[in-house]
């Protein structure tokens, strides 16, 4: 390892940035297993004593989730049903000991396809803030995460938290995640799901997302478009609700076994919905 920094300020952290070559480490969860079996040759960005990048709480416009939020951390909230979907990820990120220290900002920027919390955010209509030395951005989640551990984030920013915008309307969120067992496992497919309801019942505004079927998850807007004005069914959902995928042959399922897997959690999801 080349250098060991553990600022004590957000100003301290996004300064160490500046020099270059500094890779964050939050709660260690993903960065420390790929580095198994060789050496760390570069300089360790500890933000974990960062007490501006900690906490959920409730802002003027919805809420805040700090970027060291943990897993076990959004389990414990207070929140509306907006954001069961969420919660539901929460629970099958790994086991309790990863849901003690892996982060919410962490799982965003390693950007992973198979990352259970990114189609939620998706879903939450959901904005990242980046700090750097020249001041602040927001960005949306769908224009953040970039691709397989690729982000937007530049090499002098970052990730402090996480915004979810509050509804015009009662909302309900639901998750559903496909794996090779039920507990401590990378997702074959997952989809998150949102939908703002009117006082009679029907679907006001709905978002639906999809990830491990494409190299970024991916919302489905025709299903979307279809559900407004109708109580969620899931006879609705079609096959070709599922053309912005792209999953792939890997060593968990075939791409084919993930497009028939998406339309039965799709199907499954808006069931929950409703």
Request: aromatic share 4%; net charge positive.
């Amino acid at each position: 390892m080349s250098g060991y920094l553990r600022p004590a300020t957000l100003g301290e952290a996004v300064a160490a940035l500046c020099t270059g070559g500094a890779t964050v480490l939050a709660g260690g969860t993903d960065l420390y297993p790929a580095r198994v079996g060789r050496a760390i040759d570069d300089t360790l960005l500890d933000i974990s004593a960062l007490a501006e990048l900690r906490g959920i709480g409730v802002t003027d416009g919805g809420w805040r989730f700090g970027a060291l939020a943990t897993w076990r951390d959004v389990l414990a909230a207070d929140l509306p049903p907006l954001f069961d979907g969420l919660k539901a990820a929460a629970r099958e990120v790994g086991g309790t000991q990863i849901q003690n220290r892996g982060t919410i900002g962490g799982n965003l920027c390693n950007a992973s396809p198979a990352a259970d919390g990114v189609p939620n955010w998706l879903t939450l209509d959901a904005t990242v803030e980046l700090a750097s030395p020249t001041g602040s951005r927001r960005l949306p989640v769908a224009a953040f995460v970039l691709g397989n551990r690729r982000t937007a984030r530049r090499e002098d920013e970052l990730l402090v938290a996480v915004h979810v915008p509050r509804p015009d309307r009662p909302a309900r969120g639901t998750f559903r995640k496909l794996g090779a067992r039920r507990y401590l496992v990378i997702s074959i497919v997952m989809v998150a799901a949102v939908a703002e309801f009117a006082a009679d019942g029907t679907v006001a505004s709905a978002r639906i997302a999809v990830g491990a079927a494409s190299e970024v998850a991916q919302r489905l807007p025709s299903l979307e478009a279809r559900l407004i004005g109708r109580r969620p069914d899931p006879s609705l959902v079609r096959e070709e609700d599922l053309a912005p995928l792209a999953p792939i042959d890997d060593v968990r399922a075939t791409a084919a076994y993930r497009r028939d897997a998406a339309l039965a959690l799709v199907r499954r999801a808006i069931a929950d919905l409703a």
